[in-house]
Nanobody
Framework: VQLQASGGGLVQPGGSLRLSCVAS????????????IGWFRQAPGKERELVSC????????YYGDSVKGRFFASKDTAKNTAYLQMNSLKREDTAVYYC????????RGKGTQVTVSS
């Protein structure tokens, strides 16, 4: 099982980024008994936060309160890739972002750094 997150970088407040997470060793396709996929973030000095989780019902993803209405999770089962579209970014969104199988932090891949700064 491997997860590779990418797409992080430096962005100004109010900007957007799209993170990608390529999964291998398991499927994200629910029709093939696929796994849920989640995004966590960890900032220095802050508690780890579950940002989103695309589970059995992808039409009803979970979002953390701090990102509702700004972040949108999706997946492309043909590419076995999950995405996190992040809009209206704020300084407090600065963190390392991880994608995780089954929305389980212990099943995360390598993270990607997102820095929101002017």
């Amino acid at each position: 099982v491997q997860l590779q997150a990418s797409g992080g970088g430096l962005v100004q407040p109010g900007g957007s980024l799209r993170l990608s997470c390529v999964a291998s060793g398991f499927s994200l396709d629910n029709s093939l008994d696929g796994s849920a996929i989640g995004w966590f973030r960890q900032a220095p000095g802050k508690e780890r936060e579950l940002v989103s989780c695309l589970g059995v019902h992808p039409s009803r993803p979970y979002y953390g309160d701090s990102v509702k209405g700004r972040f949108f999770a999706s997946k492309d089962t043909a590419k076995n890739t999950a995405y996190l579209q992040m809009n209206s970014l704020k300084r407090e969104d600065t963190a390392v972002y991880y994608c995780a199988k089954d929305c389980d932090y212990d099943l995360r891949g390598k993270g990607t750094q997102v820095t929101v700064s002017s």
